[in-house]
């Protein structure tokens, strides 16, 4: 433990990182005057440090907006920048003074819990229920190091409660692993994460592809806007082509119309959310949603059966075998860049599918033994956000991370019953984790302020169990720890928790076929 002498106590809630969720959190605590911690010389997350120069939101920009912060010109239904994101994220901090809360380039290294040394957060749930207790006690029970500027020295701050913002994306990829002597040692051109890549600038990610010979590994949304800034810098006569290597496919979607309907229609009003399995639901509920499991899986056979008309996914070999819901029930569905398939058909993106693959000298081989050349091999892989979250958390928290099903086991989105005086924000997916972030943040500042108490910590575990069992029967992607078929009803339980009304609409029609948005939820 640090000595007290060296300890600063400069507020009761402490808050690590600065992204969207962060920035939410730090607002609707702004009471206890919070300190945030951020690694960087700058808020904004995954949206300052991990886009490209193309990177745009997934959604228009009304449905990812703060309650009391509408865009301006929100009914604007272009996408915006990620540079536009970044610009909104900083004129609401600013708006409602947040930044005075922000400690940039103090990147937390290691933390240490200081409750009694008699408490078992693990012992005698079995035997009798357990409270989880306050989530301000009154003392410091987390002590926390921070290095400053990449200073050596240490500056050691204790908190009465921790709110982890780190999210899941961006510090930590995800890297493959491959055979003996076929690792990116043998290769002869450069091998870069989707992370490394989002670091360059403009002209310098432009000389990186320009004329060369690109192979990206993957097919989620970083992977095909990558695929599109390669062939963008490949126009002239001699431009090199694109390749994808494609394990497993995804659907992508064109826009948020189908066969001339919004695509809210589907998915993000009451009745049809009603068509979905959710946590804790009556046996009649459970009945109802057998019996109308037809018209569930006909609705995804309708989206599917656009998608294939609008988009060549079946000449280019991209039709996935799985159901379109089951993209949309883990938050893989991508929205695809306008010209996309036209650089396709133009043979600047080529597409391969290979579930394993290996580096030779030359390029990578794939295992049916076609050998790809490749001067730059990007790899859009993804990120490992549970493992920063255990690089951080001391024994025996860290083991708790990660439950059998690989999701963060989180009641309400953002309390671990297992780890005491600690909330996280941002680790539970929704379509806009913005409006969810900011949500479960209102909550959050509700329960540090004791207006409401949670169950024992024997419900709360249940809780989540039934909410990944939930995730685990909707999609076979169920370890993206997503709640999208099911939103409304998380929503519903927050806003109940709170003392709200659960229904927040003006009319019955609405209230059943309107889309749910963040207006919804002003208070």
């Known amino acids: 433990m640090a000595g007290d002498q060296n300890l600063h106590h400069v507020s009761k809630i402490g808050i690590i990182g600065a992204g969207i969720s962060g920035i939410a959190a730090a607002k609707q605590l702004s009471g206890h005057s919070p300190v945030v911690f951020e690694a960087t010389d700058s808020i904004g997350g995954v949206w300052k440090h991990c886009t490209y120069t193309s990177t745009k939101l997934q959604t228009p920009r009304c449905d990812f907006e703060f309650t009391d912060y509408p865009w301006p010109q929100r009914d604007n239904s272009s996408f915006p920048s990620h540079i536009e994101i970044l610009e909104y994220l900083h004129n609401y901090a600013s708006h409602f003074d947040v930044l005075k809360y922000v400690k940039l380039n103090s990147k937390v290294v290691e933390m240490r819990y200081i409750g009694d040394e008699n408490e078992s957060y693990f012992d005698q749930l079995e035997t009798e229920p357990r409270e989880y207790g306050r989530l301000l ?155 109308l499991s037809p018209m569930r899986k006909a609705i995804s056979k309708f989206i599917e059966s656009y998608l294939v008309w609008k988009l060549p996914l079946v000449k ?26 036209a650089e396709a058909d133009n043979g600047r993106i080529l597409f391969k599918r290979s579930s394993k693959w290996w580096f030779w000298s030359g390029g990578i081989e794939l295992e049916d033994n076609t050998k790809l050349e490749a001067d730059v091999v990007a790899l859009a892989t993804g990120f490992d956000g549970n493992k920063k979250l255990k690089a951080l958390l001391p024994q025996p928290f860290c083991r708790l991370i990660q439950h059998s099903t690989g999701n963060l086991p989180l009641y309400r989105g953002t309390i671990h019953p297992l780890i005491p005086n600690m ?52 999609t076979r992607f169920y370890k993206r720890n997503c709640i999208s078929t099911f939103s409304i009803n998380h929503s519903d339980e927050l806003c109940e928790d709170m003392g709200w009304k659960s229904l927040r609409k003006n009319t019955w029609f609405s209230e059943a076929f309107g889309p749910y948005t963040c207006q919804d939820y002003q208070y």
């Open 316 to 341: 280019y070999g991209l039709k996935p075998d799985h159901p379109f819901e089951e993209d949309y029930a883990s938050c893989q569905m991508a929205i695809l860049p306008e010209n996309f398939f």
């Open 423 to 474: 909330a996280f924000v941002g680790y539970v997916e929704s379509v806009s984790n913005l409006h969810t972030s900011e949500l479960r943040s209102k909550w959050l500042a509700q329960l540090v302020d004791e207006q409401f108490k949670l169950p024992t910590i024997e419900k709360m575990l249940e809780k989540t169990k039934k909410e990944m069992q939930v995730m685990k029967r909707s």
């Open 137 to 291: 006690r009154g003392r410091p029970v987390w002590e926390v190091a921070v290095q400053t500027n990449q200073s050596p020295t240490l500056q050691w701050y204790a908190f009465e409660c921790l709110v982890m913002c780190l999210g899941k994306y961006g510090d930590i990829p995800k890297m493959p692993n491959f055979p003996p002597n076929k690792g990116r040692e043998i290769f002869q051109g450069k091998v870069l994460h989707s992370l490394d890549y989002s670091k360059l600038d403009e002209a310098a990610a432009h000389r990186l592809l320009k004329g060369k010979k690109v192979v990206v590994i993957g097919y989620k949304k970083s992977a095909i806007d990558l695929a599109m800034e390669a062939a963008e810098a490949n126009q002239d006569p001699d431009g090199q082509p694109c390749t994808m290597v494609i394990r497993t496919l995804h659907w992508t979607v064109p826009s948020y119309w189908i066969w001339g309907l919004p695509f809210f229609l589907f998915y993000s009003t009451r009745f049809s959310q009603f068509l979905h399995e959710k946590p804790n639901q009556s046996f009649l509920r459970t009945l109802l949603c057998f019996l």
